[in-house]
């Protein structure tokens, strides 16, 4: 298996505009997880699904953000407005169903808002 | 609540040092407990874990006993390398689906 994929790995963008990161979660596994890690913050649960329905978006930052899934191998995490203080890495990752409570995270997505 | 709280760093160690990373958490019920390890510009990697008290996770010769009477997890390795630079993350998961990480400690070996 590929593991979870993220795209893009990297992205540069200017403030105000949108940003869409991108989760392909382990094929099987029906929990998804955003998070982003910052310096000053460490790793910060933003929302995570079970079974493609959102169960706890209560780290979401503000109303820019919003994720959606629409389907069990996609999805996506959207920032509009950006600002130069979303710059983060945003991880996504996944769980399986059973047999195991431990996470498998993707590569991250950088992201910098100039 | 969840919380788990683990040493600040930054370490940094010679080849062949012992290791401790001192994680302590907070907890309603009976966690499971984790140790991730973040490589530079990579995601988090499970290190280890143990699900119930004193439970011992291993791997890659390092090692976490979970104590409950303690509420801690920490992690050690007899002899570390430079290959395990890298920062590493304690992190619980409650009743639920979600998981609370420490702030990670970066650890850094120098030959």
């Known amino acids: 298996d590929a593991g979870v994929i993220q795209s893009p790995r990297h992205e540069v963008t200017e403030m105000g505009q949108e940003v869409t990161l991108r989760c392909k979660p382990i094929?099987?596994?029906?929990?998804l997880f955003w998070y982003r890690q910052t310096m000053m913050r460490g790793l910060e649960l933003l929302i995570y699904f079970n079974n493609n329905v959102p169960i706890d978006d209560s780290g979401m930052p503000e109303d820019r953000f919003s994720a959606k899934m629409p389907n069990a191998s996609f999805s996506t995490l959207k920032i509009q407005p950006s600002e130069p203080r979303d710059s983060a890495v945003y991880f996504c990752?996944?769980?399986?169903?059973?047999?195991?409570?431990?996470?498998?995270f993707g590569p991250g997505t950088r992201l910098t808002v100039l | 609540g969840n919380s788990v709280t683990q040493m600040e760093g930054p370490v940094t160690l010679s080849e062949e040092a012992f290791l401790t990373i001192n994680c302590t958490y907070t907890a309603t019920g009976y966690p499971s407990l984790f140790w991730y390890v973040q490589y530079p510009g990579e995601g988090l990697q499970l290190l280890l874990k143990a699900t119930k008290a004193d439970d011992k996770g291993s791997n890659k010769g390092f090692e976490a006993t979970y104590r409950k009477e303690t509420t801690s997890f920490h992690l050690e390795k007899g002899s570390v390398q430079v290959s395990d630079s890298a920062v590493y993350f304690c992190?619980?998961?409650?009743?639920?689906?979600?998981?609370?990480f420490g702030t990670g400690t970066s650890l850094t070996v120098i030959p």
């Open positions: 094929s099987g596994h029906n929990s």
């Open positions: 990752a996944s769980r399986p169903t059973s047999g195991t409570d431990t996470q498998y």
């Open positions: 992190a619980l998961r409650g009743t639920g689906n979600q998981f609370y």
